[in-house]
């Protein structure tokens, strides 16, 4: 059974930082993109950063891109998302994802949604405060 676990959320000032955690387990992550996803209250989820299988690529949204960091640590079977300049436009309940295929793009992985059969977390919570 495929399951993934993150963890390092938290209240946060404006301006300071945070380093998420996704452990995954019953999958070898190494020939898996994978990607961090974002959902803050009365809005829908949204992409926040993606990783390629090879480690090498790297895609980020917007809002995001210069101030989050993904990497990720195959044989640990983890994924991180490090975070800097935070502000109160990031808070939200923080998903890892990993989808059903192997070798997917990083397109692919910025498209998954929560009703494709991929994987999901339960979500790590992350608030700033102004």
């Known amino acids: 059974q495929v399951r993934l676990v993150e963890s390092g959320g938290g209240l946060v000032q404006a301006g300071g930082s945070l380093r998420l955690s996704c452990v995954v387990s019953g999958r070898i992550i190494h020939r898996y993109s994978m990607g961090w996803f974002r959902q803050a209250p009365g809005k829908e989820r949204e992409f926040v950063a993606a990783i390629f299988w090879g480690g090498a690529a790297t895609s980020y949204a917007d809002s995001v891109k210069g101030r989050f960091t993904i ?60």
């Open 71 to 130: 990497s990720r640590d195959n044989a640990g079977s983890t994924l991180y998302l490090q975070m800097t300049s935070l502000n109160p436009e990031d808070t939200a309940l923080y998903y890892c994802a990993l989808p059903e295929s192997q070798f997917t793009s990083l397109q692919e992985v910025a498209r998954m949604s929560p009703s494709s059969g991929d994987y999901w977390g339960q979500g790590t919570q992350v608030t700033v405060s102004s």
